[in-house]
C-alpha cells in the first residue's frame, strides 16, 4: 500500500523497480514524471508517468492517488498502484488532499472536487471570477490560495476554500 509519493528527477536505471503508465495517443508531449512511490513496508518503487510533472497527492481514507502531469491526469489504487483511471489534456494547474480525503483540482479560473472518481468531478462555485489560482496550504479544514480577479489584474486575492462547507471566501479584497 502506498503511504508517500514525491515528484523526483529520472533514476538511475535499476535504482528502483519501475512502473510506466502511458497511454497512446498522438497528442502525447515528449515529457514524462517521475514519482517515486513509498509503501508500508517501506519499499520504495518509481512510476514513471507521460507529461511535465505538475503535482502528486494522495488520499488515505478512499485509497486514491492521482499524478497531475501535463498531458494526463492519473488515478491509482493506492492499494496496488494499478491505473484505475485517466483524463487527456488535463487543463489543471493545482491539486491538493483535503483533510476529509476529497482531492481538490483547479486550472486557472475553476475549482472541482473529486471523492471518489476523476471522472465524477464537483464545481465549487466563487464569489469573484477567478484567473490565476495558486494553492498555498491548509490552515485545518481550509484551504489558503492566492489568485487575481478575472479582468481586474490589479487586484491580487487571498482567499480560502472551507473543505467543511465546500465554500470558497475571500480573505483578502
Known amino acids: 500500500m502506498i503511504i508517500e509519493a514525491e515528484i523526483i528527477n529520472q533514476p538511475y ?75 487527456d489534456q488535463p487543463q489543471y494547474q493545482n491539486l491538493t488532499t483535503a483533510p476529509n480525503g476529497d482531492f481538490i483540482l483547479a486550472d486557472y479560473y475553476n475549482f472541482e472536487k473529486v471523492s471518489t472518481n476523476i471522472k465524477q468531478k464537483t464545481s465549487i462555485e466563487s464569489p469573484v471570477q477567478m484567473d490565476m489560482i495558486e494553492f498555498k496550504n491548509w490552515d485545518n479544514l481550509k484551504l489558503e490560495f492566492t489568485c487575481d480577479e478575472c479582468l481586474n489584474w490589479d487586484r491580487h486575492l487571498i482567499m480560502t476554500y472551507d473543505s467543511q462547507t465546500n465554500k470558497i471566501e475571500l480573505k483578502n479584497g
Do not use: H, M
Open 13 to 87: 536505471s535499476g535504482e528502483y523497480t519501475e512502473r510506466i503508465y502511458d497511454n497512446e495517443s498522438a497528442w502525447n508531449s515528449q515529457s514524462w514524471t517521475f514519482i517515486k512511490f513509498t509503501n508500508d513496508d517501506n519499499t520504495e518503487w518509481c512510476g514513471q508517468f507521460r507529461g511535465f510533472p505538475r503535482q502528486v497527492a494522495i488520499s488515505t481514507s478512499k485509497n486514491i492517488v492521482l499524478v497531475l502531469t501535463s498531458d494526463y491526469l492519473y488515478q491509482l489504487d493506492r492499494e496496488t498502484g494499478n491505473l484505475t483511471d485517466l483524463e
